[in-house]
């Protein structure tokens, strides 16, 4: 037999277990109706009542039924499901008063009509409102209910029904909690895969720029190229056109002065032969005494003719390489023509070969390179200095320095010498041609230009041309 004692052990045991069920639920489930539906179903076991349901309110005015038990039947008004806050006064004082509300009998309470619908619907006698407190807010109601007898709700049953329902805020509040993490983990993903798109989208787009651009510079490479190409063939053809043009009037005056000079000349050297005849055979006694006179005659007349025939050097206008070239020769040539911009301040020294050095070329070409070398070694002297001109032979090549005493050239601008049209000197006194037509010459020989120089101290030009080219 049960003792009155065993049973009020095994009815503890009971709630016990129940409500430790009901707290496994809530914290093994993040589903938010199997949470409250396990908890609609574990309270009405625990009290033993046919009904419960659970209403969860919204914007502080609706009632949105979360769980009941026994479950709805499907066509069950939308009143059930639905409701407002207002058309159910006793919900209302529970929630307001965060306090539970117990209804003895339905049959003699007075009810909204709200309330009598849902009494009807679900043929309830007894009814107990327990509100579910969140930081001092109701955010819902536990609704208890009799169907057939009415009942009176001990206090323990209505402090166990509350134990409950306090339960019920926190599932409600860990669900939440839960659909709130969600929600940010599905806005994160979402956010990710939007931001991953719109990153390829402007990797596709950076792509496409980049290869543009690519393009575009390869583009205006080619077109620099070109044009330094075309600039570089302008300053060529310019240069070729100013060699030629100051060759041609060099040439003609040059032809014109030595044609001028000669036939003079040819006067003197008949008169110097007609007075050297008549003083050895006329006047013999006088020969003595005027032949230093007939002798100076006769040297300012060998000078005149070795100038002009130097002079015709330079007009010849060949582009053949065949001439027999004394390197000496014209050498000698260049510093007669040279004289007079150097004599008596400039000390030349001779530093020759023991033997001609003969190479196979173009005489006039040859002129015109010493003649350039020679000027700027002048020119580069101010008042009182020295040039050595030094030939040697050399494996099969004439090799000519021509050393100078004077500025020097600065280092930065050594390499750009042979430009054409690059000149340190005024108008005047330059143009800038002179050194490329020189180095296009030697090149033209298959021979080499080189330059050493320090500032102040002198600068050496060794040019070396092979005997055959
Ligand atoms: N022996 C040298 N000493 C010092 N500077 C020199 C010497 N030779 C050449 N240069 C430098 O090289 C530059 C270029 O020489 P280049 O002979 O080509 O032209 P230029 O003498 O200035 O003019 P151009 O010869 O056409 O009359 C000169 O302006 C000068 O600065
Ligand atoms: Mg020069």
């Avoid at 489930?29 to 625990?46: E, K, M, P």
């Avoid at 390489?321 to 007079?340: G, S, T, Y």
């Amino acid at each position: 037999m049960v003792t009155p004692d065993k049973y009020k052990k095994k009815r503890v045991l009971n709630e016990l277990n129940t409500i430790i069920e009901i707290g496994h639920s809530i914290i093994s489930s993040f589903d938010y109706d199997s949470v409250l539906q396990t908890i609609s179903d574990g309270i009405s076991r625990l009290l033993q009542i046919e009904s419960a349901a659970i209403y969860i309110l919204e914007n502080e005015q609706e009632l949105w039924l979360g769980a009941t038990t026994p479950p709805l039947n499907p066509d069950m008004p939308e009143a059930l499901r639905k409701a407002w806050l207002e058309d159910h006064p006793h919900v209302k004082r529970a929630i307001n008063g965060l306090k539970p509300i117990a209804l003895d009998d339905t049959l003699t309470a007075d009810l909204s009509p709200a309330e009598s619908m849902v009494v009807k619907l679900r043929n309830l006698r007894s009814l107990l409102y327990l509100p579910f407190v969140q930081q001092n807010e109701a955010i819902g109601v536990l609704i208890l209910g009799t169907c057939k007898r009415s009942r009176k709700f001990t206090n323990h049953e209505v402090a166990l029904a509350q134990t409950v329902a306090n339960q019920l805020a926190i599932a409600i509040q860990n669900a939440r909690l839960h659909s709130n993490i969600l929600n940010y983990k599905n806005n994160l993903e979402k956010l990710v895969v939007e931001r991953t798109c719109e990153l390829k989208a402007a990797n596709e787009e950076l792509k496409s720029i980049n290869e543009e651009l690519n393009k575009k510079n390869e583009l205006i490479s080619k077109q620099k190229s070109e044009l330094e190409d075309a600039l570089h063939n302008l300053k060529t053809v310019q240069m070729k056109l100013f060699e030629a043009e100051k060759m041609a009037s060099l040439g003609v005056l040059t032809a014109g002065v030595a044609h001028e000079i000669n036939n003079p000349l040819n006067f003197i050297m008949g008169a110097y032969l007609g007075l050297n005849n008549f003083f050895t055979i006329e006047l013999p006694d006088y020969l003595e005494k005027v032949s230093p006179l007939l002798g100076s005659m006769k040297l300012g007349i060998d000078r005149v003719t070795a100038i002009v025939r130097g002079l015709n050097q330079f007009s010849k206008d060949s582009k053949e390489l065949n001439d027999d070239c004394n390197i000496h020769a014209i050498v000698d040539n260049c510093l007669l023509i040279l004289q007079n911009q150097y004599k008596d301040r400039i000390q030349i020294q001779k530093k020759y070969a023991d033997s001609d050095i003969r190479i196979k070329g173009n005489i006039g070409k040859l002129h015109q390179v010493f003649t350039n070398i020679l000027l700027n070694a002048i020119q580069a002297i101010e008042n009182q200095g020295e040039i050595i001109v030094v030939t040697e032979l050399k494996n099969q090549h004439a090799v000519i320095s021509i050393q100078d005493n004077g500025c020097g050239i600065e280092k930065d601008i050594l390499p750009r010498i042979t430009e054409p049209f690059f000149t340190t000197k005024s108008p005047q006194q330059g143009t800038g041609l002179g050194l490329s037509i020189a180095y296009k010459i030697v090149n033209e020989h298959k021979g080499s230009i080189t330059f050493f120089s320090e500032v102040k101290k002198g600068t050496t030009v060794v040019v070396s041309l092979p005997l055959v080219n």
